[in-house]
Nanobody, 115 residues
Framework: QVQLVESGGGLVRTGGSLRLSCSASRSIVSFNAMGWYRQAPGKQRELVAAITSSGSINYAYSVKGRFIISRDNARDTVFLQMRSLKPEDTAVYYC?????????WGQGTQVTVSS
């Protein structure tokens, strides 16, 4: 079983920044990719950013140029640096560890951006 623990969420004003962290209970290099997803009230969960084991990165169009995903393999931790936050970024953010067989999810961390 894999445990993912997110942290770093909170309340921030429009234009502010937050840094999310996701710590895994086992080596993140064992996963095909690590990703950040978010789910706003009444909406489907969507991919925000993902980074593969080889370092390839993919961003949702809505966050390109504002968010940066990174990983620290030695600490089995994935980060999401969020800048220039907008009210529409308000959501529960989930960390995911993706494999070809099963995906693992964290419990989520709330990010609220006030206007």
């Amino acid at each position: 079983q894999v445990q993912l623990v997110e942290s770093g969420g909170g309340l921030v004003r429009t234009g502010g920044s937050l840094r999310l962290s996701c710590s895994a209970s086992r080596s993140i290099v064992s996963f095909n990719a690590m990703g950040w997803y978010r789910q706003a009230p009444g909406k489907q969960r969507e991919l925000v950013a993902a980074i593969t084991s080889s370092g390839s990165i993919n961003y949702a169009y809505s966050v390109k140029g504002r968010f940066i995903i990174s990983r620290d393999n030695a600490r089995d931790t994935v980060f999401l640096q969020m800048r220039s936050l907008k009210p529409e970024d308000t959501a529960v953010y989930y960390c995911a560890a993706l494999t070809s067989v099963k995906d693992y999810w964290g419990q989520g961390t709330q990010v609220t951006v006030s206007s």
